[in-house]
């Protein structure tokens, strides 16, 4: 008996994910923030239009959240072209490889987040599909191994990173032009945050806009992700619109503080402080005490707290600062001193 099995999602994820696809800006003019990469586009992309071909390939690194995803769509509907997306880990062997690049057309863009992902092997298959729109398959092995080599279409691989220090060199030479997104102002944060607001159909109080964006990490991702559970308080509470109580009251409740810190940033800090006596500790010490993936720690909590100095990293190991402690609550000692 054959069985079917279907995972079950969530309605409210479902909704999320949705709203996650609708809040993304539909052209350049929507995307706020980023302008230097913005204009640096611009002069690429108009370039290719003049010489009517394929634009370079583009390696997009920065934290994860700021819009390297928007980015890669964006600049695809700019050249009318086809996108096709994907993720180092989806790529593991070279015929997943093959299988994308030989069904794409001219023109074409191939989007490969968390790039720095890709195994050796695969990433060997994509050197000559870069530089020369050629393809190498190796048929046979040993002695009687031969190489087959299949013409491919004038692509352009757009690739995100949040550790490019993780790609090799001859990987990261290849791409034409790589840009570095930085964390977002306030106000940056605010007028997204309005314009998300608007697609909500969500009346906000700018003082309202202001809590919500100085507790959103400086990242796009983040502030829409309060921006929804601050509207969904407020509907639950019958709010007719969301004033600056409303929306400290929900972050409250979600456990974010004025500075934008979540209880695993906390912890962190904490852990930190008090376990290892400010440090300096492993990153491997600080995951296994936690529970947590080192990968997570670094890829999503530490660009944040060393951004607002309450952490920093040295060549022992992670330390708190003193601006970290008295975040806490914590009074440093008068000699107490970090090995930077």
Do not use: C, W
Request: hydrophobic residues 40%; neutral net charge.
């Amino acid at each position: 008996m054959n069985v079917k099995i279907t995972e079950t999602v969530p309605a409210e994820v479902l909704e999320d994910q949705v709203l996650d696809h609708a809040l993304r800006p539909r052209a350049f003019e929507e995307y706020i923030g980023q302008q230097q990469v913005k204009d640096n586009l611009a002069i690429l992309i108009g370039a290719a239009r003049k010489r009517k071909e394929p634009i370079e390939h583009l390696l997009f690194h920065g934290p994860s959240g700021l819009g390297k995803t928007t980015l890669a769509y964006l600049v695809a509907k700019e050249l009318g072209a086809n996108i096709k997306i994907t993720s180092g880990t989806a790529l593991e062997k070279a015929g997943d490889v093959g299988s994308i690049l030989t069904s794409m057309g001219d023109g074409d863009v191939l989007f490969i987040d968390e790039v720095h992902r890709l195994n050796k092997s695969v990433e060997e298959i994509i050197y000559p599909a870069m530089e020369n729109f050629k393809l190498d398959i190796i048929i046979g092995k040993g002695t009687s191994a031969k190489t087959l080599q299949i013409d491919l279409p004038r692509f352009t691989l757009i690739a995100a990173t949040t550790k490019i220090s993780s790609l090799s060199s001859p990987f990261r030479s290849r791409f034409g032009a790589n840009y570095r997104l930085d964390f977002y102002t306030v106000d940056d944060i605010q007028r997204i945050i309005g314009q998300s607001a608007k697609r909500l159909d969500v009346k906000l109080d700018p003082e309202a806009s202001l809590a919500i964006a100085s507790s959103s990490r400086y990242t796009p991702r983040v502030a829409n992700r309060l921006l929804k559970r601050v509207r969904d308080f407020a509907q639950v509470h019958n709010a007719p619109k969301i004033t600056a109580p409303v929306a400290k009251d929900a972050l409250a409740m979600l456990e974010i503080d004025q500075a934008g810190l979540e209880e695993t940033d906390r912890q962190i800090l904490r852990l930190i402080a008090e376990k290892f006596e400010g440090g300096p500790v492993g990153l491997k010490s600080v995951a296994a005490a936690l529970s947590e993936e080192e990968g997570t720690i670094e890829d999503v909590y530490e660009p944040y707290l060393m951004r607002l100095g309450f952490l920093a990293r040295t060549s022992k190991g992670r330390v708190i600062t003193r601006d970290g402690m008295l975040h806490l609550g914590i009074k440093p000692k008068d000699d107490l001193t970090f090995n930077f």
